[in-house]
């Protein structure tokens, strides 16, 4: 009985013994997989996961893994081929509208100079206003198409963030005082000095400030912190929390947008993104805050 006992023993120890491998066989292999899954998704490659264990049930998952990355490929190269085309038809587009609009300008030009009936100075007025709008439209697009294509790596430089906000602001005030908007400027005292892309982080002051223009019910506050946070706040009622969070989407629009193509906000996320800052919008009590953080 003893021996018995005894070879029970023995049998359960080589049991337990070889469960543990199998397990830490296993847990082996659930690493491979997760570091390697992590580095398919980093990076461009077509090379499927392997591992070391040949556990039938582990090397299942793995072929279910590889087959799902390389779908994720397909739909990956799919969206690059897409967006490459909807960039190059935007820049052959806005060209090919630019041009003839530049030339109906030229001629609406001279016809101002033509002797006209009041009627016809009005319906003059009108035509030049809305060539102006498409135009300005045009020149949006040809500016996106630029901006996202563009594959040149940034130029950081010192930059006074401090004096280049007050430089834009100052840049735009004729356009802000014209629309009624007189904005308060509260901007820290303490010297703030980033490595950045200097042109890029004005350009999105710039679209910023635009898009203020374009919507704000009359007011602007603009406030930077000791720590690079910069808001640009306004009143906007009329905005919801679902349009606020998709107001950097491209092409998108609020519903009472006038002569937009809804990509001021887009262009200047992908600004920032190159100038190493973060942006984002918060609305609160009816007003909306564009935060821009260097």
């Not at 697009?141 to 040149?152: A, D, N, Q, R």
């Not at 203020?212 to 000791?226: A, F, H, N, P, R």
């Not at 609020?254 to 990509?263: E, F």
């Not at 992908?270 to 919008?281: M, N, P, Q």
Request: proline share 2%; glycine share 6%.
């Amino acid at each position: 009985m003893v021996w018995q006992a005894v070879a029970i023993i023995i049998a359960l120890i080589v049991i337990i013994a070889l469960l543990c491998l199998k397990i830490m066989l296993l847990k082996r292999s659930a690493k491979e997989i997760g570091r390697q899954y992590k580095e398919k998704l980093g990076n461009d490659t077509n090379v499927p996961i392997g591992i070391s264990s040949a556990d039938k049930d582990m090397q299942d998952l793995t072929r279910n893994i590889n087959e799902q990355l390389r779908e994720t490929r397909r739909q990956q190269v799919r969206f690059e081929q897409g967006d490459n085309e909807l960039k190059t038809a935007i820049t052959n587009i806005s060209h090919d509208i630019r041009t003839p609009l530049t030339a109906i300008n030229g001629y609406l030009k001279l016809l101002e100079k033509e002797q006209k009936s009041q009627e016809a100075e009005e319906y003059l007025r009108i035509i030049t206003e809305r060539t102006e709008a498409m135009k300005a439209l045009a020149d949006e697009l040809f500016e996106y198409s630029v901006i996202v294509s563009k594959k040149e790596d940034s130029k950081p430089e010192e930059v006074h963030i401090n004096r280049l906000l007050e430089e834009s602001i100052t840049a735009m005030y004729g356009a802000l005082t014209e629309k009624g908007i007189t904005p308060e400027i509260d901007i820290t005292d303490q010297k703030i000095v980033r490595i950045t892309d200097k042109e890029a982080l004005a350009r999105v002051f710039s679209n910023i400030l635009s898009n203020v223009i374009k919507y704000s019910e009359g007011d602007l506050s603009v406030k930077m912190d000791s720590d690079g946070l910069i808001g640009f706040s306004n009143l906007a009622p009329a905005l919801t929390e679902t349009e606020v969070e998709r107001l950097f989407d491209r092409f998108y629009t609020v519903t009472d947008a006038r002569a937009s193509t809804g990509l001021g906000l887009s262009i200047a996320k992908t600004l920032a993104t190159r100038a190493g800052a973060d942006i984002s919008a918060e609305f609160k009590g009816g007003r909306l805050t564009i935060w821009v953080k260097v």
